[in-house]
């Protein structure tokens, strides 16, 4: 099955840009996704990518995604305060409809 | 507003008793899961429901035991609960068991003392 790897945290300055990282295993991953939960609440999704691309941009989010390395990547830019959570990766490999988790990143956004 | 919404939001109960966690999704979705986050915020997988029919059922014990009257509603109910059970319970639903992403609810916080 699908293992998904992440940092547990991360510590930034308000105003910088935020860069979390994720690695998978399964090279037949075709949907991996981005949420995010703040605290006392549940999952929010905030983005997903296709294996067939390689970047996708919404707003201040962009996602990378390096087929080769299995390496996905989720900049936030400008961080603000409210970006404070845990963001977690997610993979979908073709032979199981369950997504698999990473354990999150916890994102710490200080003045 | 369309969601996922679960009842209760908290849950304290002691050792023993036998307890129900309710969800119900109004978004036409037709597969519905239940995950389990630890207190280090590990999510795993516990049941998955397509169209009311058991799809996935991880090694979970069975004093869980979902149902699912119909495509909107998948409830779980905890037999005997024990002090390993305490944790946030997650429902979520998605269109399709292939592409489509999951939508979750925002918890029920199970405290067992």
């Known amino acids: 099955g699908e293992d998904v790897e992440q940092s547990l945290f991360l510590s930034v300055r308000e105003g910088d840009s935020s860069v979390i990282n994720c690695t998978y295993t399964d090279s037949s991953s075709t949907y991996l996704y981005w949420y995010k939960q703040e605290p006392g609440a549940g999952l929010q999704l905030l983005t997903y990518?296709?294996?067939?691309?390689d970047m996708k941009q919404d707003q201040r989010l962009t996602v990378l995604l390096n087929k080769k390395d299995k390496h996905l990547s989720l900049r936030i830019a400008d961080t603000q305060t409210g970006d404070s959570a845990i963001y977690f990766c997610a993979g979908r490999s073709g032979g199981s409809y369950i997504p698999t988790f990473g354990r999150g990143t916890s994102l710490i956004v200080h003045p | 507003d369309t969601a996922v919404s679960q009842t209760p939001k908290y849950l304290v109960t002691q050792m023993g008793n036998d307890k129900s966690i309710k969800c119900e999704q109004n978004l036409g979705h037709d597969t519905m899961y239940w995950y389990k986050q630890d207190s280090k915020k590990f999510l795993k997988i516990m049941f998955s429901?397509?169209?009311?029919?058991?799809?996935i059922n991880e090694t979970v014990p069975n004093r869980f035991s979902p149902k699912s009257p119909d495509k909107a509603h998948l409830n779980l109910h905890i037999n005997s609960l024990e002090l390993g059970d305490s944790a946030v319970y997650f429902c979520?639903?998605?269109?399709?068991?292939?592409?489509?992403?999951?939508?979750f609810g925002n918890g029920t916080r199970l405290t067992v003392t």
């Open positions: 979520a639903s998605s269109q399709g068991t292939s592409n489509s992403p999951l939508h």
């Open positions: 429901y397509n169209n009311k029919e058991l799809i």
């Open positions: 990518i296709f294996s067939n691309m």
